[in-house]
């Protein structure tokens, strides 16, 4: 079904057992921890996959887990599951970020949904990466000066302000910018942009 593992978080050894028989039936790899604090202490060395949350467990819950996780930038799109009446935990975990909640006793159909959904956004964020590391590869092979001229035209001012801004002429930017794009082998300011964009030129 996906190249992704899922990894599941509950203190609670029967629920472990058969969320991860369900999915191994399923033909998924899966991976079992007994607590947040064990899930955490491994994430670093982890295959990015999603993650099967219980809520509430002892030392951290789920929430704490998820914080942490987000607070890590680490690849783990997470999927909550609540006992009955947590609905209201598991709301404010989908605000802090979780792509969906499913309640105990579990539906197949549905935990396999909700995992499709965390697999999509896991192959996004890859080819995302890849984007973006080879965009930066390519930005690599220009100058100080041109990647200033570079950012200007980010920003979007005309040559005339890059230049003021810079201390040289319109023109010298001009000869600048045609020399980053025969580099870049793109034709248009907008083809350009989008490889500047891609490496995370204009985020902050």
């Known amino acids: 079904m996906s190249e992704f593992p899922v990894y599941v978080v509950d203190d609670d050894d029967s629920v472990r057992r058969s969320v991860s028989f369900m999915l191994k039936t399923s033909g998924l790899t899966v991976q079992s921890f007994t607590s947040g604090v064990e899930f955490l202490k491994e994430a670093r060395k982890l295959d990015p996959g999603a993650v ?49 909640f499913v309640e105990k006793p579990f539906d197949k159909a549905v935990i396999l949904g ?15 990466t890849a984007r973006r590391e ?41 000869i600048h910018r045609a020399n980053l794009m025969k580099k870049l082998d793109v034709n248009n300011l907008s083809d350009l942009l989008r490889i500047a964009f891609a490496a995370g030129m204009g985020e902050n």
Do not use: C, W
Request: glycine share 12%; charged share 30%.
């Open 134 to 174: 080879e965009a930066r590869m390519r930005l690599n092979g220009l100058t100080g000066r041109e990647r200033d001229v570079l950012e200007g035209l980010v920003v979007g001012y005309p040559n005339k302000t890059i230049g003021y801004d810079l201390g040289i002429s319109a023109r010298t930017v001009e």
């Open 114 to 128: 909700s995992l499709e959904e965390a697999f999509s956004r896991l192959g996004r964020t890859g080819r995302d």
């Open 52 to 100: 099967l949350l219980d809520i509430r467990m002892p030392e951290m819950d789920g929430l704490e887990v998820q914080a942490e996780l987000v607070e890590r930038g680490a690849a783990f799109p997470v999927i909550v599951m609540t006992g009955h009446g947590d609905v209201d935990v598991a709301v404010k975990a989908m605000k802090a970020g979780a792509i969906d």
